[in-house]
């Protein structure tokens, strides 16, 4: 399982990213859980992905393709076709 983090303030910025977060997860069953955290003194630059406590991604909405890389180099890095 994956814990994963939105922070953001912007909050269509922020559905849409974590409805694309549910979406990648879904579709590649992948087990998440999924946190929102509006507290402004934590956020760099919006959103802000972190995935398992390392930061993943900052600045702007992802795509599909990246939101699945974050998982893929976390779970194994050497194999691209392992989740």
Do not use: R
């Not at 879904?26 to 992905?49: C, F, Q, R, Y």
């Not at 900052?58 to 194994?76: A, H, Q």
């Amino acid at each position: 399982m994956f814990e994963v983090k939105v922070l953001d303030n912007d909050y269509t910025k922020c559905i849409t990213t974590q409805k694309l977060i549910k979406e990648v997860a879904s579709e590649n069953g992948i087990t998440i859980e999924l946190e929102k955290v509006e507290d402004a003194a934590k956020i760099m630059s919006t959103p802000e992905i972190i995935v398992n406590g390392k930061t993943v991604h900052t600045g702007n909405t992802p795509d599909k393709k990246t939101i699945l890389s974050w998982f893929k180099s976390l779970c194994c890095p050497a194999d691209n076709n392992c989740c």
